[in-house]
């Protein structure tokens, strides 16, 4: 799978490139279908980041990257 860095990562919010991705513990989802992902923004949370430590305030758990599609992981 590929790597991509924080950097290009930061590209896929949904403004600048037509993707949409988020990170999530060292894995990179495409979240551009979701229709909770409109624009690169998910309530407060923005696309084209890392949202691992932001997940803990989430009201759901991590089982909802299991429905996204992986694209990458991020390079540390």
Same mark, same amino acid.
């Given at each position: 799978?590929?790597?991509? !860095?924080? $950097?290009? @990562? ?9 993707e949409?991705?988020?990170a999530?513990?060292g894995?990179i989802?495409d979240? !551009?279908? $979701?229709? @909770? ?7 407060e949370?923005?696309a084209g ?7 803990k305030?989430a009201?759901h758990?991590?089982e909802v990257?299991e429905?996204?599609?992986q694209?990458?992981?991020l390079k540390?």
């Amino acid at each position: 799978m590929q790597t991509f !860095t924080r $950097s290009q @990562l930061a590209l896929r919010n949904g403004q600048d490139k037509p993707e949409i991705w988020v990170a999530y513990q060292g894995k990179i989802y495409d979240v !551009t279908n $979701s229709r @909770l992902w409109r624009n690169g923004k998910h309530y407060e949370h923005w696309a084209g980041q890392d949202l691992t430590e932001e997940l803990k305030d989430a009201p759901h758990t991590a089982e909802v990257f299991e429905r996204m599609k992986q694209v990458g992981i991020l390079k540390t």
